[in-house]
């Protein structure tokens, strides 16, 4: 017969047990990954970076459904949508948001949550100078992650250019109004003025513009383009190299996907294995590191590729010394 005493003890002993049940299923929460994609499902480019980040989760030991969740959010192309979609990941209370369509998403991120570890990646605007981070080796608050194209790499673009058509002297800037009013980096900018050439904006909004502004650039006396990389300019990349070559403009841009395109050039990093370094700086925060601490990493390789079928429809013959310096010619 149970004594009160003995059964105060057993009544005290369930409750303890429980409490320790209790925090050994919080213990035992499965992490929430959260993205935002620029496009659609069944978009080839988007899903092969989507794949890449999740299979280098894999090799690090997260696998989906099992010890990790990820909430995959598409913006199917409307930037405008991010914002609704950033707020949605935030409500799900997911651990990391991984912003992968660009500045856009990136900033929707940011104006979403100041605590959530943010992990940009595929995004080519200097988080510095927009003041995301402190600086790349210590950037405090909660964003950190991969920075696409470094302060100078827009200059480089331009040397570029320059170097496969001497004669360019009014270079167009195809500029992606959605993401951010045109504005051009002190690099940039110090590019331009020691090669002698002047920088154009040629805005868009979307892609009803394309035609328009492409084919008005030769009235505006522009004799090359760089094409801003978005994930708008990315998701027409044929329909804007083929409006390019129609009227026969040398043009350069970041991502080997559009030389591949039809794009006369590119010089850029892969963008897929953009994705799988993200995937290390998820890792290491579900790990417990905080984002502030991880330093912003910067590619190291770029690919220089091009597209010498392109060269030849728009009449250029490309210096040997270019071609000899080439990663990849397109014939």
């Known amino acids: 017969m149970l004594t009160r005493r003995k059964l105060i003890c057993l009544i005290a002993a369930s409750l303890t047990a429980s409490a320790r049940g209790t925090r050994a299923q919080q213990t035992a929460k499965v992490p929430r990954v959260g993205i935002l994609i620029p496009g659609v499902r069944d978009s ?4 092969q970076n989507i794949a890449a980040f999740e299979s280098a989760l894999r090799d690090r030991g997260w696998i989906e459904g099992k010890n990790l969740l990820i909430e995959r959010r598409y913006a199917e192309g409307h930037s405008e949508r991010y914002h609704n979609l950033a707020i949605e990941l935030v409500r799900q209370s997911v651990d990391v948001i991984v912003p992968a369509g660009g500045p856009a998403s990136l900033a929707a991120a940011r104006d979403a949550t100041k605590t959530i570890p943010i992990v940009m990646v595929a995004s080519s605007r200097d988080p510095v100078a927009t003041g995301l981070i402190k600086s790349y080796a210590r950037p405090e608050g909660n964003i950190t992650g991969i920075v696409t194209l470094p302060a100078e790499g827009g200059g480089k673009l331009l040397e570029l250019l320059k170097e496969a058509v001497p004669t360019v002297s009014r270079i167009g800037v195809v500029w992606d109004l959605t993401v951010a009013p045109y504005t051009v980096s002190k690099q940039i900018d110090t590019a331009a003025r020691s090669l002698g050439v002047e920088l154009v904006a040629l805005e868009v909004s979307g892609p009803a513009d394309f035609n328009r502004v492409i084919g008005n650039a030769k009235n505006a006396q522009v004799d090359g383009l760089l094409v801003a990389s978005t994930p708008m300019t990315g998701a027409y990349r044929k329909e804007i190299a083929d409006l390019i070559k129609m009227h026969r403009l040398p043009a350069i841009a970041l991502f080997r996907s559009q030389a591949e ?5 590119t010089y850029g990093p892969s963008i897929t294995d953009e994705f799988r370094s993200a995937a290390t700086f998820v890792d290491k925060i579900l790990r417990g590191a905080k984002p502030g601490d991880l ?20 009449g250029i013959a490309f210096p040997q010394s270019l071609v000899l310096r080439a990663d990849e010619l397109i014939q």
């Open 44 to 47: 080839a480019q988007i899903s």
């Open 261 to 265: 395109a039809g794009l006369l050039m």
């Open 295 to 314: 330093p912003v990493e910067q590619p190291t390789k770029f690919d220089l590729v091009i597209n010498l079928k392109t060269a030849k429809v728009i």
